[in-house]
């Protein structure tokens, strides 16, 4: 199995299935801690997996689900890995990547395939080399070992005898003047005649604020990409969106957090994020007080946005009761879209105190927002 284990990376998409996402959050796609983590110990039931550091977390996809690069290059021999835990991510997983497949891999495949469910099949693509992940997810965002770096150089050298020509990539296109995707926030306000709030923020809060306070699972679920597209290019040309259309409350759910997540710079912005991922080092008592600390040192623009979308996902914590959605759970979902590093993506052990902060902000919303008043501003 080396030569396999050498050659092969697999970018593993996890995304909950609908039974499984009200879940207690524990399960909720588990990953085990990095190596680096000070709280792993040989008692951790993930060490066997963790000390190796076979997973990472890699950001989100191209359509905001979590993914998990799975190096097989740093399996260790079969003795010292606990492989009935490696294969627990199996049930969650909605698509796999598997990058620098031997022949050999491709033979199993084939024989195998007739044994292996028609639902697991469809979710498996073979990838030659590592840029052919780019069209699928955000390829920056990966940790890739670099002997997998290496070896990609190697297979692209020897193809043909000589390095594949450079792909001359096109300039990016100036965004329109309607564009609500993908730029800054001041952008979108220059646009719209100075308008603080984001007309797709505004908008799909409003509908959620009337159709989904009670929807059980509100920004768990998934949506159609598709659909998510055809939506994203309406509010980019500036076209009004009905989401009554869509007859699925969800799609205005991920409209928001996709909105968020494609900001160039997080709304908590960059300058926040050491300061959040102190907040666990910060006593109990005085955590509320350290994150009305750091909210009042953002820009004017970001606090007014910021406190808008908390006091509508405080709203939306007060219903849990319907939509089973604590604060706890909203701080799952909305922590990195948030907030991340200027470089790179959030590590493992970042997402504690990520989320944590997200909670407080939701949980302690009036306490938080209460001592700083912008003109301008508006509520939800």
């Not at 049930?91 to 891999?105: C, D, E, G, R, S």
Request: charged share 25%; net charge neutral; aromatic share 8%.
């Amino acid at each position: 199995m080396s030569e396999i284990d050498y050659e092969k990376l697999a970018e593993i998409e996890l995304q909950k299935d609908e039974a499984e996402d009200m879940q207690s959050e524990q399960e909720e796609a588990f990953v085990p801690p990095p190596l680096e983590d000070p709280e792993l110990n040989i008692n951790h039931p993930y060490y066997d997996v963790a000390r190796h550091g076979i997973i990472q977390l890699a950001g989100d996809d191209n359509s905001g689900r979590k993914v998990i690069t799975f190096s097989c290059c740093r399996m260790p021999p079969s003795h010292q890995l606990n492989h009935t835990r490696l294969l627990e991510y199996k049930k969650n997983l909605k698509a796999l990547y598997v990058v620098h497949p031997t022949n050999f891999i491709k033979i199993l495949w084939n024989i195998f395939k007739p044994l292996i469910s028609h639902k697991f099949g469809k979710k498996i693509t073979y990838l030659n080399y590592l840029s052919d992940l780019r069209e699928h997810l955000k390829y920056d965002q990966l940790n890739i070992p670099q002997e997998v770096i290496r070896h990609d150089e190697n297979l692209r050298g020897k193809q043909k005898g000589k390095l594949p020509p450079v792909v001359k990539v096109p300039p990016p296109r100036p965004p329109l003047p309607t564009q609500q995707f993908g730029v800054s926030l001041q952008y979108i306000k220059d646009k719209n005649k100075g308008e603080l709030i984001p007309p797709v923020m505004k908008e799909t809060v409003s509908y959620l604020k009337r159709k989904g306070l009670h929807v059980e699972g509100l920004f768990r679920r998934s949506a159609s990409i598709q659909t998510i597209k055809d939506v994203q290019k309406l509010y980019n040309q500036g076209k009004s969106v009905n989401f009554d259309d869509y007859h699925d409350i969800h799609i205005p759910a991920v409209i928001l957090k996709t909105f968020l997540r494609e900001l160039p710079q997080p709304l908590l912005t960059f300058d926040c994020y050491d300061h959040i991922l102190g907040i666990t080092s910060v006593e109990s008592s005085l955590r509320v007080t350290r994150c009305k600390q750091i909210i009042q040192g953002l820009p004017e623009h970001n606090y007014i946005v910021l406190k808008y979308l908390i006091c509508f996902l405080h709203m939306v914590s007060q219903e849990s009761i319907y939509n089973r959605m604590t604060a706890s759970s909203l701080a799952c979902v909305f922590g990195l879209n948030l907030i991340w590093p200027s470089k790179g993506t959030a590590s493992l052990s970042a997402l504690v105190p990520l989320n944590l902060f997200t909670e407080l902000l939701i949980d302690f919303y009036t306490n938080i927002f209460n001592s700083r008043t912008v003109p301008g501003e508006i509520l939800p």
